[in-house]
């Protein structure tokens, strides 16, 4: 009897471990199942997460064409591209071609955001942040997390980058990436840099720095190499606040500052410089030549100042009535937006074509034949 008890008592356990084991299986055949019907399904429950162009919905961008009208929630910045314009958001950064249609539109998760671009590349960054981001027309190129807080950041055409960030050893620490991402300078700088621009090829660059003498800021250019070991050319004691600078096509390089505008060739030998007959309002270079425009208040009257030839030490200074916010030198022509028009000007001087605006505009660029005017909350075009 007794083994009769053990053998009957064996058989229930095999059975209940048998029942169980059994009822995981199913357990198991039914989740998968589920996850199976999920993920064929997932067209219908999922349309919110598909990154395209019709992804989102939120309205922070409207319109068919032009004027795009954003959100008056919405912060933004623009600038032309290659193929069209950009436009970054608190949040995204969309594509459109020059006729206003929605071609890509991509999520960032930065802060205090900067937009620069070149060419058919677009850096963002965080200012006083960690991060940056280059993208393609097609696609996310690269994204870096720097070890401290970011300065200020460039990018060239060719995609290099350059990132300049504080330091515990150095006033600031210079950084510059390649088209993928990876390293191919350093410096640990003595130098307060203020901006860098790259030189055409991309194995090189331009910092400009400041600095106070004898109770006078002034600026300074140094050329930089990034396969040469050796320094480069500096320029020295320039008498003026840096504020913005350009590079030419044969890499000569132009400083504009507060109260003048200097420039220099390729091999650091200075061309000229030009002393401003008033306050600095805007300025603007591309190779056909230089712009810009400065307001006399005590005079009331406002100056464009055109350079076309840096070699012959020729400014034309032209007086203007109206009172201009901003200043493009392109190829053909030196635009002017003021609060109700925009002029068109030839690097003699010449006014070529007005155009009138029925509302003002807070800024404006030019991509090929069109400029594209940039409003509290609309970005419209106008042919030019």
Known sequence: MEDVSRSSLSEMRRQKKKRRNTQKFLGFVIILTVILGLYVSRERWMPNFKIDNSGYTDDEISGDGFPLKISNSTNYKSCGT???????????????????????VRQHTYSNTILKNAGKRILIYEQNGNSIRVDGRREEMYEKKMDNSIYLASVSSRGYTAVVTESDQYVCELRVFDQMGDEVYFRGCSERITDVVFKNEGKGCYFISLDVYEG?????????????????????????????????????????????????????????????????????????????????????????????????????????????????????????????????????????????????????????????????????????
């Open 216 to 384: 006078h800021i002034i600026s300074q250019i140094d050329s930089i190499d990034f396969e040469n070991t050796e320094a480069g050319w500096t320029a020295e004691n320039i008498e003026t606040c840096p504020v913005s600078v350009f590079v030419s096509e044969t890499d000569d390089v132009v400083l504009f500052g507060d109260s003048m505008c200097t420039f220099y060739s390729s091999e650091g030998s200075k061309v000229m410089d030009y002393q401003y007959p008033g306050i600095l309002t805007d300025a603007s270079y591309c190779d056909s030549g230089a712009a810009m425009i400065f307001e006399n208040k005590e005079r009331k009257s406002t100056t464009l100042a055109v350079i076309n030839n840096p070699s012959s030490g020729n400014v034309t200074e032209v007086k203007i009535q109206n009172s201009f916010r901003s200043v493009e030198a392109c190829e053909n022509a030196v635009y002017l937006l003021a609060e109700n028009a925009i002029d068109a000007y030839d690097y003699e001087g010449r006014i070529i074509r007005t155009t009138e605006l029925t509302e003002p505009f807070r800024g404006f660029y030019k991509s090929g034949k069109y400029v594209f005017l940039e409003g509290h909350n609309k970005i419209e075009r106008i042919e030019f």
């Open 82 to 104: 290659s193929e069209g314009f950009a436009v970054l958001t608190d949040t995204r950064l969309y594509y459109y071609s020059a006729s206003g249609e929605q071609t890509d």
